[in-house]
Structures are given as structure tokens and as C-alpha cells.
């Protein structure tokens, strides 16, 4: 990976907070990937000026302030109706005797409805691979980062035909990185609650107070300068995996694993994806049924995000 790998929760926050490491200029990857290809990829780089966890100085502050006024002023209005659907889905999908695909019928509808409230405009199919999210992934080939940049343009067309409640280039980056985070930390927090009260009704489990497991498996940072970690020599240019997923969850607000970022990356829909989760939780702790994963497949070939793209179970009382 050609990268130092990071488990030590502590270390990995103190990276996250620290100026000494900064995102990966992936913008400037591209750019570079053109010149040696002699390809356009015009569409990728654009996109990536867009997101926020991809860009640093005053540029990400710029972005980061954009899109948290966006949040703000659409989540009152986007939580309403997503509470509705929640509290009319949950009974619906859980009745005894029946088998059910936990993605297509919960997670995605919720996720679905949740960005199309914060985007104000309907959310176009989304279970398509290569997902656009993986246009962060520096180990593609050159056609599947084509099939990236095509479904790129797809979302953005579809949004260009709608009247967003902000610009299409910000809907699009929303989509790209916002979707799956939310789409994957649900499906990963259902997997692992369902796993481990096997046996168990759903209204006798303990429901953590926030996301008890992340769809965001890592994320890189580059040393701007030499460094020592824990005894090892950091030489500036370097990059650090920080694995998210390796940090426990202790479940309460206060003490959250560092899912969301530290520092001036702290996630901006922090707030409204803890929200949503314990809306779901709220409404799965009212079901006096028993649900058992019968099989569950992770998306295949994707390594930016851990997304479910089946979860199958059996409901029984």
C-alpha cells in the first residue's frame, strides 16, 4: 500500500487534529495521471475540488463552511419526513414468519430520502459499481476510473435537470462521498448489532447512543515535514493509513471513536448521520420480534468505503 498503517486510536486522533499531516492532494494525482496517459479526466479533478476531505488551506475551509450552512439550514426540514419513513418502514419490514433483504428494503429507501431532503431533489439510483465514491481510490485501473468519471457525469446530469437546493457540483459531492459513508456505517452497525444479540428480541437489545461501527474503513494523510511516530521515522511526503475501523466504539456521544474526523475534518453531517441512527434504533427497539442474519455480502472490489450491498434475514417471534 505503500503507505505506514495506523491502529492505535489515540495516535490516529492526534493525526487527524495535527497540521503536521495533511489529505492527500488527489486533484493533483489526477493531474499528474493525465500527463502520463494523456487522458482527460477533467471531470474527476473538478469533482474533487468540490469535497471537502479532499482539499486543505482556505479552499476546504470555504467548502467545509458551504456545505455546513447547507446542512443546517435543510435538516429540520429533512428530518421530518425521514423520521415519518423510518417509523412507517421498520414495522413493515420486520413481521414474523417473513424473510427480508435489510439494504434494499431499509437502509437504502432511509438513505435515499435523506439525501434527497439535504439535496432538494430526487436522488438518483445509486446502486450502480462502480460507485462514484471510489474516484478516492489511488489503486484503480484506467477503465474502471472511466466508469467512475461516467457515473460521476450521470449524477451530475441528473441533478442539472432538477432544481437542487444548492449547486449541482455541490449535490454531486455530496452524493460521492456523503451517500455511501451513511449507506455503509448503517449497514455495518445493523450487521454487528444483529450479530451480537443473536438470540435476542430486537426491543431487549442495548442500542448504542451513536454509530457503533463506521462504513469508512480508513483514511489517508501525507507528512508535511520529517516526524517520529512511536519510533519510526516519518519522512516528509509519506503517507499514513489511519484505520478507522481497527478503533472501538464505546457507543456514547462522548466518547465516540474517531468515525468522523477530528479537527478541522471533523465530518460535517456528523450530527444528522447520529441523528439517523438513533431514529432507526428508536424504532427497531419497538419490534417484539427475533432477526437472524441468514447472509450478508459486502460490495466487491470497493476499498474506500465498507458497504453492504445485501443483508438478508429471517424474522420469527
Known amino acids: 500500500m505503500r503507505s505506514w498503517c495506523i491502529f492505535d486510536p489515540d495516535l490516529i486522533t492526534d493525526i487527524l487534529k495535527s497540521a503536521d499531516f495533511v489529505v492527500v492532494d488527489y486533484a493533483g494525482e489526477y493531474a499528474k495521471l493525465e500527463q502520463r496517459t494523456h487522458m482527460d479526466w477533467t471531470v474527476l479533478i473538478d469533482a474533487l475540488h468540490h469535497i471537502p476531505l479532499a482539499n486543505e488551506g482556505e479552499h476546504h475551509s470555504k467548502l467545509r463552511r458551504d456545505f455546513a450552512r447547507l446542512i443546517s439550514a435543510r435538516s429540520a426540514a429533512t428530518k421530518k419526513p425521514v423520521g415519518e419513513l423510518v417509523a412507517k418502514t421498520v414495522p413493515a419490514v420486520f413481521r414474523a414468519g417473513r424473510s427480508a433483504e435489510l439494504v434494499q428494503e431499509l437502509i437504502r429507501p432511509i438513505n435515499d430520502a435523506l439525501f434527497t431532503g439535504l439535496i432538494g431533489a430526487r436522488v438518483p439510483d445509486y446502486s450502480s459499481a462502480p460507485s462514484a465514491s471510489q474516484l478516492l481510490d489511488r489503486f484503480l485501473g484506467l477503465n474502471r476510473r472511466k466508469r467512475v468519471q461516467s457515473e460521476i457525469v450521470r449524477l451530475s446530469k441528473s441533478f442539472s435537470e432538477q432544481n437542487p437546493a444548492t449547486s449541482v457540483q455541490y449535490a454531486t459531492a455530496l452524493m460521492q462521498v456523503g451517500y455511501d459513508s451513511v449507506l455503509g456505517s448503517l449497514g455495518n452497525s445493523l450487521v454487528a448489532l444483529l450479530g451480537e444479540g443473536a438470540g435476542s428480541r430486537l426491543c431487549d437489545l442495548a442500542y448504542p447512543d451513536s454509530l457503533p461501527r463506521t462504513g469508512v474503513p480508513y483514511v489517508e494523510r501525507v507528512a508535511k515535514k520529517d516526524c517520529a511516530i512511536q519510533g519510526s521515522n516519518i519522512r516528509a511526503g509519506d503517507r499514513v493509513r489511519l484505520i478507522l475501523e481497527a478503533c472501538p466504539a464505546r457507543g456514547h456521544a462522548g466518547e465516540e471513536a474517531p468515525f468522523f474526523g477530528k479537527g478541522r475534518h471533523l465530518c460535517v453531517g456528523k450530527e444528522l448521520s447520529q441523528w439517523?441512527?438513533?431514529?432507526?434504533?428508536q424504532e427497531l427497539a419497538?419490534?417484539?420480534l427475533k432477526v437472524r442474519i441468514t447472509?450478508?455480502?459486502?460490495?466487491?472490489?470497493?476499498?474506500v468505503f465498507s458497504v453492504y450491498e445485501s443483508i438478508e434475514v429471517s424474522i420469527h417471534e
Open 276 to 281: 439517523l441512527w438513533r431514529t432507526l434504533a
Open 286 to 288: 419497538k419490534v417484539r
Open 295 to 303: 447472509q450478508a455480502r459486502l460490495r466487491p472490489n470497493d476499498y
